[in-house]
């Protein structure tokens, strides 16, 4: 399975708002509404912003939301901030029942 | 509330088989909702996904690591494993346990450093 295609990076300024696409097929991110997106700092644990496409865990902030058009997920985060500076992950649930990665954006706030 | 904290070697030899645990604490691995599973990261690169186990047992590989990887339980620790044979240099990353519901990893470890060199 191959990973999911992401931007390499991505900035903005303090107050903006960015999207980050994830990109796969109909086997993958068109096929399910399996798919997540993950917020990594340095040297820390992945930590689940989105999942199910559009839905925040408790705790998430509303600056992030999750959209799916076809065979490209998105990840728009409103209001960025200093704090959103990061590596974001998309993933997805595959047609074998497996699930793939995105390669990962890496997030510049200007 | 839940946590999971991986354990094992920090230091595989070429071809040796890595073990892995994670141990669930807060909250019983039996439960039915969830997926238990294990996610990689080389150093500087992505996340890899390597595979998952229902509660029931059944177990869902990376094509890619198929032949070498096995996930098991042991519910009376409330443990899960990984096992991963025949390593070599490219298998040296941070592993994470994390459990998996609404097709979202939810909850992760803090990850353990594992390095393969002679």
């Known amino acids: 399975q191959s990973a999911l295609t992401q931007p390499a990076s991505v900035s903005g300024s303090p107050g903006q708002s960015i999207t980050i696409s994830c990109t796969g097929t109909?086997?993958?991110?068109?096929?399910?509404?399996?798919v997540s997106w993950y917020q990594q700092h340095p040297g820390k644990a992945p930590k689940l912003m989105i999942y199910?496409?559009?839905n925040r865990p408790s705790g998430v902030s509303n600056r992030f939301s999750g959209s799916k058009s076809g065979n490209t997920a998105s990840l728009t985060i409103s209001g960025l901030q200093a704090e959103d500076e990061a590596d974001y992950y998309c993933?997805?649930?595959?047609?074998?029942?497996?699930?793939?990665f995105g390669t990962g954006t890496k997030v510049t706030v200007l | 509330q839940l946590q999971l904290q991986e354990s094992g070697p920090g230091l595989v030899k070429p071809s040796e088989t890595l073990s892995l645990t994670c141990t669930v604490s807060?909250?019983?691995?039996?439960?039915?909702?969830?997926?238990w599973g294990w996610i990689r990261q080389p150093p500087g690169k992505g996340l890899e996904w390597i595979g998952h186990?229902?509660?029931?047992?059944?177990?869902y590989y990376n094509p890619s690591l198929k032949s070498r990887v096995t996930i098991s339980v042991d519910r009376s620790k409330n443990q899960f494993s990984l096992k991963l044979s025949s390593v070599t240099a490219a298998d040296t990353a941070v592993y994470y346990c994390?459990?998996?519901?609404?097709?979202?990893?939810?909850?992760w470890g803090q990850g353990t450093m594992v390095t393969v060199s002679s």
């Open positions: 994390a459990r998996n519901s609404a097709g979202g990893f939810h909850i």
């Open positions: 807060g909250g019983s691995i039996s439960s039915s909702t969830y997926y």
């Open positions: 186990m229902y509660y029931s047992g059944s177990t």
């Open positions: 109909s086997s993958d991110v068109g096929g399910y509404n399996y």
């Open positions: 199910e496409v559009t």
């Open positions: 993933s997805s649930l595959t047609s074998s029942t497996t699930y793939v």
